[in-house]
């Protein structure tokens, strides 16, 4: 079992970066591929970027360019390197672990906004 606690989250205006966070305990957390996804009000939740326990990425296409997904399997930690945010990314973002089943952190919300 794997246990996930996202951070780095806040607010920003458009334009601006941050950078997120998800520390993993419980397991080995190289074996896992890592995955963010967000949920923004009156949405469904949708997958961001995932990174494989290999290091291949993949990243949706309204942030491609934008965000680079990351991962220290040394620190147990995976990152979101998100750079030119605008108002539409403004939404909870949540850490998954998937090894044929899957594990989810609690959030961290993002808001962009001037």
């Known amino acids: 079992q794997v246990q996930l606690v996202e951070s780095g989250g806040g607010l920003v205006q458009p334009g601006g970066s941050l950078r997120l966070s998800c520390a993993a305990s419980?397991?080995?957390?190289?074996?896992?591929?890592m995955n963010w996804y967000r949920q923004a009000p009156g949405k469904e939740r949708e997958l961001v970027a995932g990174i494989t326990s290999g290091g291949n990425t993949n990243y949706a296409d309204s942030v491609k360019g934008r965000f680079t997904i990351s991962r220290d399997n040394a620190k147990n930690t995976l990152y979101l390197q998100m750079n030119s945010l605008k108002p539409e990314d403004t939404a909870v973002y949540y850490c998954n672990a998937a090894h044929f089943v899957g594990y989810w952190g609690q959030g961290t919300q993002v808001t962009v906004s001037s």
């Open positions: 419980g397991s080995i957390f190289s074996i896992y591929a």
